[in-house]
């Protein structure tokens, strides 16, 4: 490893936002140095107050301008930051890195185009969408094209990419690490008859799906309660499924929590259901594997990578609402057996630590 190196570090978000961009980036900014390598942070906040094209074009000039004395840049996404970095890498010949955690051209269009193809389906076709997910598309794949390595975080998304005509032999997994901060909370909170739930509201998060199947919980349980932390544009609509299901008392929208107080939420509840049709590897799941809290969530994405069926978690299918209502009966009803779930899931998270993705990072980067 050659210790004299500078890189910049193109990044969507970075502290005090939360996210899991800014808190890897952030990581890199506070380990890479004791590695001997020197490290620039370009956030895209530092433009997000001027108007949309205008800021895309500063955040561009910042880019050049930041990256005259680095050795490379590495770019966060493939479109807002990683289109202009990866122009700006051309221009000024510097080495590209590109790090990929999701599609934004397929979130974008499921949220607002109407896409209803899972992820799978959608990053293999390349027609049959409207004009700006097409564009979106190509953005993503070409700003991937460009890029001399690739970086995800499962071997799920590994696979994502390479249907976007990738090389596989260009793309590296490196794993998210967990500093297990949350532990450190107190242990002497008293489980509650608690479902929690979190993340973006948005389609691919199955929230509607967790509402709809409360009615069968509060049957055997009347004391049971669903509580959704996050925002996002399928409020009204969870808001209205609420109503029109008379859950007012059982169910309930928390809204977007400051990070401690979500994770006391967490480690209040008897179980957290993350009924997600996409996850490119969760972050969250190893924070609510760190605070000792049971998890069922879909087989799907990166989240089998994290969670091992029946022995730190429970897998379940996509919407299978018969599943999800078995799996938390389960867990309410078993303490032994939810114990162990927690007990394993704390053991899993201690592999996921930082000073082994910072070195696997070094090394992909070829710093």
């Not at 005259?68 to 890498?89: E, F, H, K, N, T």
């Not at 209803?116 to 049959?128: C, M, P, Q, T």
């Not at 998210?176 to 973006?200: C, T």
Request: net charge positive; with cysteine.
């Amino acid at each position: 490893m050659n210790t004299n190196k500078k890189i910049l570090i193109a990044t969507g978000i970075y502290p005090p936002d939360i996210g899991g961009p800014a808190s890897y980036s952030k990581a890199l900014f506070e380990e890479f140095p004791k590695k001997g390598i020197s490290v620039e942070i370009l956030s895209f906040g530092e433009v997000r107050f001027l108007p949309k094209i205008i800021r895309h074009i500063f955040y561009f000039l910042k880019t050049i301008f930041r990256a005259r004395g680095c050795d490379v840049i590495y770019a966060q996404d493939p479109v807002s930051v990683g289109l202009p970095a990866m122009i700006a890498s051309k221009i000024l010949r510097k080495k590209f890195i590109l790090k990929i955690v999701g599609d934004y051209a397929w979130e974008q269009g499921v949220s607002r185009f109407g896409v209803k193809d899972l992820l799978d389906e959608f990053s293999k076709n390349r027609k049959g969408y409207r004009l700006l997910v097409l564009f979106l598309k190509h953005v993503e794949t070409c700003v991937a094209k460009k890029a001399d390595k690739i970086i995800v975080p499962s071997e799920y998304l590994k696979h994502i990419v390479s249907n976007w005509g990738i090389e596989k032999n260009k793309i590296t997994v490196v794993y998210n690490s967990f500093d297990g901060e949350v532990q450190n909370l107190p242990d002497d909170n008293k489980r509650e008859r608690i479902i929690l739930s979190a993340g973006r509201l948005v389609p691919w998060k199955g929230f509607l799906t967790l509402v709809a199947l409360m009615p069968r919980l509060v049957k055997h349980f009347p004391d049971i309660k669903l509580i959704i932390a996050g925002e996002g544009s399928e409020r009204r609509k969870l808001e209205s499924a609420i109503k029109e299901l008379s859950l007012e008392s059982n169910v309930f929208l928390a809204g977007a929590l400051p990070q401690e107080r979500l994770f006391k939420y967490i480690k209040s509840a008897s179980v957290f259901v993350l009924n997600t049709a996409y996850e490119g590897f969760s972050h969250q799941l190893l924070e609510v594997m760190a605070l000792g809290t049971p998890i069922i969530t879909t087989n799907i994405g990166g989240n089998p990578e994290v969670i091992e069926n029946e022995k730190n978690g429970l897998l379940v299918e996509l919407d299978d609402r018969d599943a999800i209502v078995h799996s938390v009966e389960r867990i309410l009803l078993n303490e032994d057996f939810s114990n162990e779930l927690a007990q394993n899931a704390r053991k899993t998270v201690e592999l996921f630590n930082r000073e082994r993705m910072i070195n696997e990072t070094i090394k992909a980067l070829q710093l």
